[in-house]
Structure formats: C-alpha cells, structure tokens
C-alpha cells in the first residue's frame, strides 16, 4: 500500500502558511497505515567531524589533512576551511536538542582521527578528544538516540601523510588498526554501529585520480596537480585502504564484537548508473561504470576478489591481495553496507564506440562514458551541483542492484539530502522554505519504500545532513541542512524540512505502532 505522502505534504503546507507561532503538523497521522519500515528502522541524520566540528587545534587537537590542505590558498572555492565550521565542538548539546525535535532514533557523525590520536600510532591518545566524545555519545544515548560512527569520514592525521605518504603505503593498515582499536576500546561499550570508512571511493578519485581533494595527487588530463599518477596510484591507495578495513574489522570481531555486540561496515557512494540507451554496449558500459566505482571496493570486501571487469581491463596493474587476508579477513568482512545516494548518472560505452576524453572515458575509469546529460537529455531534474540530478527511481534501483550482486546483506542508506544555495540577503522565508528539498527527500523515501516492499534489507536512512555545514571544496556556499545556520552567528533556525521529516518518522513509527519520542507535542 503507498504511504499518503500527500497527507503530509498537505499539513506542510498548512504549517508553512502559519510561520509565525505553533506548527501543529502532527495531527494527520490517523490511519493505520503497515509501514514498510521496520519496527526497529534507524530515521537518523549524518554529519561529520571535519564538517561540523570545528574546533581545530583545541583541547590538544592534531592537524588533519583536509586543516593542512584548506589552509593553502585556491583549494576552496570559496576561501574557507573547517576551523570553525559549524563549531559543533562546542555546540552538540543544542543539536541533540533539534535531533530530539525532530524524533530520529540515530545520529550518523564520525570522529576526528586527529583529534584522538594526533600523531597516529607515534604519539600518545589525546585524553580530551576521548572526553568530548564521551559527552556527545552520553547526550545521544540519554535521549535514546543510537550512535551510528563513522571512523574516518575523508579525514586523517597530517602526520601519516607527512610520515608515509598515506594511503600510498601498506604501514597505513597499522595506523588504522591502532586508532580503530583505541575507538573500540572507549566507546564501544555505548556504539553498536561501527563505519570504517566514509565514500573511500570518493577520497580515493579526488585524492589520486583528479586531485581535487587532499593529498590532491593527479597526472596528466585528468586534473592539474604538481605530483601524482592518475592511472596507477588509486588503485595502490585503493588496495591499502581495503586492507585497512579489513584490518579493523578483525581486531574488532577478535577482541570486541563477542562483548560488545555492535556491528560493523563500509559506506561507499553509490551512484546509479543508467546505461543511456537500449544497446547491449551501453548496458555493459553502466555494468563496469559501476564496477570501477563502487564494487571495486565492495566485491573484495565481501567476494574476496576485484569485479571481473577491473580485472580484465587492468589485469596486474590492479595490487594483489595476501591470499591469507582474503580467506581470513576479506570475504566476508563486513556487517552491513552503507550507502550514500544522491543522484543517478547516464552511462555510454567507449570500447565500441569513441568518447571524447574526460567523464570516465579512459582504461582506469572501465571506459564508460558518465554524465548528467547526453544528446540534450538530462536524467533527472538538475540543481545547483553539478554531480547531483533529481532522479528518485534511481534509490530504488541502486539498492535493488546492491540487494542482488551481495546476497541481500543488510543496508543502511547513510546519507541522502539535496544541496541548495543561498541569495546573499536571506529573508526568513527565503531560509525556512526549503519546498524543494521535502520534495527530493520524499520521493527518494518512496522509492526506498518500494525497494523494502520487494524484499531489501534496508534498516536505516540518515539524512545529509542535520545542519548547513562546511561542503569541502565548496565551502559554506552549499546547503544540505535540516537546520539553517548563520555563518556570522552560528544559530540554527529550524526549516520546514526539519517538520516534514519529523512528521515522516511520526506517521512511520506510529503505524509500526511505536509511541512516538519526547519533542512530538511540542512546538517550534
Ligand atoms: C557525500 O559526498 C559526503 O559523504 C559528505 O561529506 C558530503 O557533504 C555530502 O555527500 C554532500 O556532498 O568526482 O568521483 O567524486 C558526496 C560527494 C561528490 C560524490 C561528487 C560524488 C562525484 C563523483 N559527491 N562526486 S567523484
């Protein structure tokens, strides 16, 4: 049966008219509806420590390398950097507040490796970063609201850079089974939703292939960087950053899982690729686009193997794994999947026929052409960024394929959310309605709903993100939040899809016959 999404949409509407004074948008939620979500689903939002903290050299705080790499001139487009951010260092209290409001059982945020370990594994644990985020996991778990962390979300300490170039060296597996280990170790007694890596195929394409993102390593057409190798260093970072999650992995299933009890996964942005046209060509060129992108890193992670067209195309460029870390540590070295969908792109072949350079047409890339548009057709509705096309049917497909190629392991969508810009004198409408943003998240919700109804084992969704907040290279000038902030004052001011998805949950935990949280009868 589908949701009465339009119930809502209806109350939004009615909310929106009364800006001023109580927003009553609870009161639609009457029928009893079967909600495809489970009775125990995770309805979160999702952050992430260089995004949100801020803070950063206090309480003893290393340098990472997004601090190093935002504070050279031209990296943003904007001239910003996370110094400050959002200043959630200093602010979680007041946003477990609008977490409550809002009624989600989850918060999705990653811890700063430099604030923990400033120096790796060569200098000592950082007692204050421990602290801070003792306090944060106490505030969720107080309220009920299950911490869901990520250990690296793009940031790592400057000194491994410095020390070993990173990710291009195998010594990073020792580094991060170290700090994942410190992690277990002081908050795995309240955490039972562990995230090795955020979008390591992202950090990998922005910082080795078009070096758009720190170590900001590239060659040849594919960016304009001063060191690197486009077409051979992703797959050596690559290589060492999937035995580093399997290192992880087995330190906790080893020495923390028994007791403790979490679980633990990847998250890897999932784009779906639509082959642009009918042909067999087209449709094989989606199959590697995708291969090249995310199962690149998914099929060792769970088959023990790279997909077969990597493997093809690439043969011994591609680093071999230790047969020993395939059969101990590999197949199989995950909980969950997480994934983060946004947008959904049209794919062309280019072993057949000629592509023009760039977009995923070269060898390393799987030969697929990638793009929003093609012939004058965009795939869905376009917006402000360049990457991200409205295309709801593609939540659906991306999970159902997921679902397929991996035996229907459990799924967690971790981010999905629309960026949006701002006039550059607000008013309190321009900053509260945000009609557009319900409407993307809405539709992707429906279509999630359908890819549950036939059979997936989703069991949670986080929006991006909770607030505006520091979009890497694009600075503070795209908005993703439920909340808006003010950049000058750092205040949050509720927007009407922080209500609508309040109301989301509400109906949904109500029909899974759930008492709906504290914060549903209050008012804005
Ligand atoms: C996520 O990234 C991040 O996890 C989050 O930190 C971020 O704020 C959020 O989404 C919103 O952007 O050139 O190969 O990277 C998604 C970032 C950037 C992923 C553009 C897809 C295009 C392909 N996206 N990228 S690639």
Redesign the pocket.
Known sequence: MELPLHHAIFAMSFCFSIIIGSCDIVSVKENSISSPFSDNFLFGTAS?SY?FEGAYLTDGKGLNNWDVFTHKPGTTMDGTNGDIAVDHYHRYEEDVDLMEFIGVNSYRFSLSWARILPKGRYGKVNKAGIDYYNLLIDALVNRGIEPFVTLT??DIPQELEDRYESWLSPEIQEDFRYYADVCFKYFGDRVKYWVTF??P??AI??GY??G?HPPARCSGLFGNCSKGDSEREPFIAAANLISSHAAAVDVYRTKYQKNQGGKIGI?L?A?WFEPFSNSSEDKLAAERAQSF?MNWFLDPIILGRYPAEMEEILGPDLPPFSRYDVENKLKRGLDFIGV?H??SMFVKDCIFSACEAGLGSSRTEGFAFISGQMDGVSIGEPTV?D??HVHPQGMEKIVTYIKDRYNNIPMFIT?N?L?TNENSFPTTEDIFNDADRVEYLSGYLDSLASAIRKGADVRGYFV??LLD?F??IQGYT?R?GLHHVDYTTLSRTRRLSAFWYKNFIAQHKASAGIRPGPGYTQER
Request: hydrophobic share 35%; aromatic share 22%.
């Open positions: 992430s995004q979300h793009y955020n979008e195929n992202v394409i922005r292939r078009t758009l998250v942005n784009i992108y983060n946004y947008t960024l990457w991200l981010e959310g960026g991006w993100s907040n979009e890497w795209i993703f």
